[in-house]
């Protein structure tokens, strides 16, 4: 019914018949429609027929074979089918099935890197010394004059009808401005303009200031 597999297809033991070498872990998808799929393959030399889980379109499964090189195929709504999109061959009877290739899987050797020791910084990285008092009473830099843009900075209008706001530079963007005790007010105003595609938002957070 199934037609005689190659030699070196035989070769390959099933992880379900008691092999004992340490399983890889394999998803098989197909995504091709169908009601419903199920796969076959040499891993057991076809013996079993295992229905896959729709998953969204596809449908899916996750297999734990040990090393070796396998033929599968899948039955959709009981018809033979092979995966194009995956490498694929001929068996002796001139059926399409699709290969699985294992041999050359490198598991990972999670002991050796929970064991990995990080090589220590240099002595030169830790060259900066510690700020001083000197430091503190130095002047502040100098803000950017681009920053000094911001919609905390425009004068106010006391038009009944206010004109349109100019579109923001991009060099204001996500920063976090504070307006402290502009001309006596006792608030802090806190800024920041942020863009979405074509659109800006700025939001201006009020708070009392306490005396």
Same mark, same amino acid.
């Given at each position: 019914m199934h037609g005689s597999s190659p030699s070196w297809m035989q070769s390959a033991i099933g992880y379900e018949d008691g092999c004992t070498e340490k399983g890889i872990p394999t998803m098989i998808t197909w995504g091709y429609g169908g009601k419903e799929v199920a796969v076959e393959g040499s891993w057991d030399n076809w013996k079993t027929r295992i229905p896959?889980?729709?998953?969204?379109?596809?449908?899916?499964? !996750?297999?734990?074979?040990?090393?070796?090189? $396998?033929? $599968?195929?899948?039955?959709?709504?009981?018809?033979?089918?092979?995966?194009p999109d995956l490498p694929w061959a001929q068996?002796?009877?001139?059926?399409?099935?699709?290969?699985?290739?294992?041999q050359d899987y490198v598991p990972e050797d999670i002991e050796s890197i929970s064991s990995f020791d990080p090589p220590l910084s240099p002595e030169s990285s830790y060259s900066n010394l510690p700020l001083g008092a000197e430091d503190f009473a130095k002047e502040p830099p100098l803000v950017p004059p681009h920053l000094q843009l911001p919609l905390l900075n425009l004068p106010a209008s006391? !038009?009944?009808?206010?004109?349109?706001l100019s579109r923001p530079k991009h060099v204001i963007l996500n920063?976090?401005?504070?307006?402290?005790?502009?001309?006596?007010q006792p608030v802090v105003a806190l800024g920041s303009t942020h863009r979405f595609r074509a659109k $800006?938002?700025?939001?201006?957070?009020?708070?009392?200031?306490?005396?």
């Amino acid at each position: 019914m199934h037609g005689s597999s190659p030699s070196w297809m035989q070769s390959a033991i099933g992880y379900e018949d008691g092999c004992t070498e340490k399983g890889i872990p394999t998803m098989i998808t197909w995504g091709y429609g169908g009601k419903e799929v199920a796969v076959e393959g040499s891993w057991d030399n076809w013996k079993t027929r295992i229905p896959l889980q729709r998953c969204g379109k596809d449908f899916t499964i !996750m297999k734990v074979l040990p090393s070796g090189v $396998y033929q $599968y195929r899948f039955i959709v709504d009981g018809q033979w089918r092979y995966a194009p999109d995956l490498p694929w061959a001929q068996d002796g009877t001139g059926n399409a099935n699709n290969i699985l290739d294992l041999q050359d899987y490198v598991p990972e050797d999670i002991e050796s890197i929970s064991s990995f020791d990080p090589p220590l910084s240099p002595e030169s990285s830790y060259s900066n010394l510690p700020l001083g008092a000197e430091d503190f009473a130095k002047e502040p830099p100098l803000v950017p004059p681009h920053l000094q843009l911001p919609l905390l900075n425009l004068p106010a209008s006391h !038009m009944e009808i206010p004109p349109p706001l100019s579109r923001p530079k991009h060099v204001i963007l996500n920063h976090l401005y504070i307006q402290k005790g502009k001309n006596g007010q006792p608030v802090v105003a806190l800024g920041s303009t942020h863009r979405f595609r074509a659109k $800006y938002v700025t939001v201006v957070l009020y708070k009392p200031v306490q005396r």
